[in-house]
């Protein structure tokens, strides 16, 4: 079993549409959890840093679910820009340096 | 804009040439990374830099070296690579290991002809 695990996707939503991706983890000891996207042929870039309480930056959502080992990323009023794919980080503070990647999920909005 | 820059964008190499990628941050991070990633897959860790010192090699190849003259630059140098080699190299940076997030450059695609 993978140490982090993403929805494979892809996803294909329509403009406007709300889309959700879950990442599991398997190491408990994982203490920060980041989602990143990268476009087609570029760097990752952060997204967003997700937080035990849940956190928000404008249309998106991200949450932590530590009882069950996940995280969430909710995409609201989706636009032709978000097409990317969605890559789910989860570090190990005591292992320093070492962050572990999800496959990513692709998201493509349609017009 | 990237607050990480690496150079070059761009990279066609023999197999018997001998380069080097560079990558350079003003952040103050003390922490400074080389990735390697093949399409359609995540970007998969070769080395870490902590506060100057190699702290993870991750069983990369020695036609891979590493070297970090100071906290802001860290250079990748390559001799005899394979083909298979070809991929995008992306250099990132953190505050410190561990909670912080990575902040990647551009990238350097490189191709081994």
């Known amino acids: 079993r993978k140490e982090v695990e993403q929805d494979p996707g892809p996803f294909n939503v329509p403009e406007g549409a709300t889309v959700a991706f879950n990442c599991t983890y398997s190491n408990s000891a994982s203490q920060s959890f980041f989602w990143y996207r990268q476009d087609c042929r570029k760097e990752p870039k952060l997204l967003m840093s997700v937080y035990s309480s849940g956190n928000e930056d404008g249309r998106f959502t991200a949450q932590l679910n530590r009882a069950s080992q996940y995280i969430s990323l909710l995409i609201r009023d989706s636009k032709l820009s978000d097409s990317a794919t969605y890559l789910c980080?989860?570090?190990?503070?005591?292992?320093?340096?070492?962050?572990?990647f999800g496959d990513g999920t692709t998201l493509t909005v349609k017009p | 804009d990237t607050e990480v820059t690496q150079t070059p964008k761009h990279l066609v190499m023999g197999m018997t040439n001998k380069k080097s990628l560079k990558c350079e941050q003003h952040?103050?991070?003390?922490?400074m990374y080389w990735y390697k990633q093949k399409a359609k897959k995540p970007p998969e860790l070769m080395f870490v830099?902590?506060?100057?010192?190699?702290?993870i090699n991750e069983s990369v190849p020695s036609r891979f070296s590493p070297e970090c003259p100071n906290s802001s630059l860290l250079n990748l140098h390559l001799h005899a690579l394979q083909p298979e080699d070809s991929a995008l190299y992306l250099c990132?940076?953190?505050?410190?290991?561990?909670?912080?997030?990575?902040?990647f450059g551009n990238g350097t695609r490189l191709t081994v002809t």
């Open positions: 830099y902590s506060y100057e010192k190699l702290s």
């Open positions: 990132a940076s953190s505050y410190e290991g561990g909670s912080s997030p990575l902040h």
């Open positions: 980080v989860v570090n190990r503070n005591t292992n320093a340096g070492k962050s572990t």
């Open positions: 952040m103050g991070h003390r922490a």
